[in-house]
């Protein structure tokens, strides 16, 4: 059986949208103003980077759980670089794992990572096919 997702987003004002799935939860997506938004939420290029990002961290957070590492704080940094001409897609994305915690494994986390890259988040299964997503980590020692 497919696993199917829906949803809608819906005009509130100019370009200013309401995006809900059927979880029933809403997110507003906006543009600038000198295209027509409000420039009060995020884009939905952002929203992209947002959700690799957001997919990612959950999976090295779960992994880095689960080998009963002392994480006591996860950051992911993203930069993502665009095309300079429509349809202007992310030629380049990078992201930067920030690990805080209490005598953290190296091995622990560069393993977390590529579990996540290479076989559990479906974000960067997908993004992957199209740009190239570079990573890098630093490990932040806690007391």
Do not use: W
């Amino acid at each position: 059986m497919a696993n199917i997702k829906k949803g809608k987003v819906k005009m509130v004002e100019g370009l200013q949208l309401i995006g809900v799935s059927d979880t029933g939860h809403a997110v507003v997506i906006d543009q600038n103003k000198d295209v027509g938004g409000l420039s009060q939420a995020s884009q939905p290029m952002e929203f992209l980077l947002i959700s690799l990002a957001s997919c990612t961290a959950m999976d090295v957070i779960s992994i880095m759980k689960k080998k009963r590492q002392d994480l006591r704080g996860f950051e992911v940094e993203f930069e993502g670089e665009r095309a300079e001409k429509h349809p202007m897609v992310y030629t380049k994305i990078k992201l930067k794992y920030i690990f805080r915690g209490k005598s953290l494994s190296k091995e622990a986390a560069e393993r977390s990572i590529f579990l996540s890259q290479n076989k559990y988040c479906p974000v960067t299964a997908m993004l992957s096919k199209a740009v190239s997503i570079d990573a890098e980590y630093e490990i932040i020692e806690e007391d």
